[in-house]
C-alpha cells in the first residue's frame, strides 16, 4: 500500500465551477499537510499547508485535514483557467521525509 | 531573490553513461532534496541533507545513485550506469530549516528532464 493515495484524474470543469481534489494517506505519524501546484514543465510550489486536523482558508482556496479518518481536501471556489495545472498533495511527520501523492491534472475550461 | 536552480535543464544520455545533475540552492537554505519524478508518478524521495549531519540517502534506489552536498552550497546527484528507468524529472528543493524535524516550506526547481536511450 502507497503511503499517500491520489486520483491522478484528469479533471476537467467549466470555468467559476468549484472544484474538489482528494488524498488519503496510511500513516498516522504525519502532522504536516501541504498542497502544491505544478504547472507543466515547471516545478511545484507550495499552495497551502495545515498542520493536523482542521480547516485553512486562503481566498479560493480551502484546505481541510481529516486526521481520524486519513483523509484531505482541497477546494477550489470560482475556478479560472489560471488554475490549470497538477496539484500534488504532500505530507510529512518529522520534515526529514516528504510523501507526495501521485498529482491530480485539472483543465478549467473558459 | 533567485530561486533553486538546477541544470541542465535536459539531459540526453545513452545507457550505461555516468550523468551529474547540480542544483544551486536558495542562499541560507540549510536543508536540501532531491525527489524523482517519473512520468504520471508522484514525487519519489530521493536523498535529504541538513546542514552538516549525515544525509538521509533511505530513498535512493540503488548504489548507482549518489549525491553530495559541500556546506550549505551546491548538490550534485550522480547516476552511474545509466538505465532506462532512470529517465524521469530530477527535482531539487530546498527549505530554511534550522532544526532537524521541523518543517518548513520547500521550494523547487524547475527540474532536469533525464532521457535515457
Known amino acids: 500500500q502507497k503511503e499517500v493515495e491520489q486520483d491522478p484524474g484528469p479533471l476537467s470543469v467549466p470555468e467559476g465551477a468549484i472544484v474538489s481534489l482528494n488524498c488519503t494517506y496510511s500513516?498516522?505519524?504525519?502532522?504536516?499537510f501541504m498542497w502544491y501546484r505544478q504547472y507543466s514543465r515547471k516545478g511545484p510550489e507550495l499552495l497551502m499547508y495545515t498542520y493536523s486536523s482542521g480547516n485553512k482558508e486562503d481566498g479560493r482556496f480551502t484546505a481541510q485535514v481529516d486526521k481520524s479518518s486519513k483523509y484531505i481536501s482541497l477546494f477550489i471556489r470560482d475556478s479560472q483557467p489560471s488554475d490549470s495545472a497538477t496539484y500534488l498533495c504532500a505530507m510529512t511527520g518529522t520534515g526529514n521525509q516528504f510523501y507526495f501523492g501521485t498529482g491530480t491534472s485539472l483543465t478549467v475550461i473558459p | 531573490g533567485a530561486g533553486v536552480s538546477q541544470s541542465p535543464s535536459n539531459k540526453v544520455t545513452e545507457k550505461g553513461k555516468d550523468v551529474e545533475l547540480r542544483c544551486d540552492p536558495i542562499?541560507?537554505?540549510?536543508?536540501l532534496y532531491w525527489y524523482r519524478q517519473r512520468l504520471g508518478q508522484g514525487l519519489e524521495f530521493l536523498i535529504y541533507f541538513q546542514g552538516n549531519s549525515a544525509p538521509d540517502k533511505s530513498g535512493l534506489p540503488s548504489d548507482r545513485f549518489s549525491a553530495e552536498r559541500t556546506g550549505e552550497s551546491v548538490s550534485t546527484l550522480t547516476i552511474q550506469r545509466t538505465q532506462q528507468e532512470d529517465s524521469a524529472v530530477y527535482l531539487c528543493?530546498?527549505?530554511?530549516?534550522?532544526?532537524?524535524?521541523?518543517?518548513?516550506?520547500?521550494?523547487f526547481g524547475p527540474g532536469t528532464r533525464l532521457t535515457v536511450l
Open positions: 542562499s541560507g537554505h540549510t536543508a
Open positions: 500513516n498516522s505519524a504525519f502532522q504536516y
Open positions: 528543493a530546498s527549505s530554511l530549516q534550522y532544526l532537524a524535524g521541523a518543517w518548513d516550506t520547500q521550494y
